[in-house]
């Protein structure tokens, strides 16, 4: 298991930036594929992003593919998530993910999860 810590969530307004982090500490994070998901008000957790262990592919959903941009660094254990132009409707707890494959895009694939952080965008 791996622990996750997640930061930089917070209050922006409509076509702001802010980079979300996730920390791990535990066993080997380079072991881990990563991932971001979020969850909205009353709607079920969403997969936004995930990218394989060596940070080498990279997969997102269609709602923010363009706009935000998943990053690790292996040597710091961290994972992160660039968002930019955010709307109000990428509102939501942002939780970070760690697991053994990226690429279904399913949360039973990841074992570990972080507490989230809130990410709220104003219009």
């Known amino acids: 298991q791996v622990q996750l810590v997640e930061s930089g969530g917070g209050l922006v307004q409509a076509g702001d930036s802010l980079r979300l982090s996730c920390a791990a500490s535990?066993?080997?994070?380079?072991?881990?594929?990563m991932a971001w998901f979020r969850q909205a008000p009353g709607k079920e957790r969403e997969f936004v992003a995930a990218?394989?262990?060596?940070?080498?592919?990279?997969d997102y959903a269609d709602s923010v593919k363009g706009r935000f941009t998943i990053s690790r660094d292996n040597a710091k254990n961290t994972v992160y998530l660039q968002m930019n132009s955010l709307k109000p409707r990428d509102t939501a707890v942002y939780y970070c993910a760690a697991g053994s494959q990226w690429y279904f895009r399913r949360e039973s694939d990841f074992g570990s999860w972080g507490q989230g952080t809130q990410v709220t965008v104003s219009a």
């Open positions: 990218t394989s262990q060596s940070g080498s592919t990279r």
């Open positions: 535990g066993r080997a994070f380079s072991s881990y594929a």
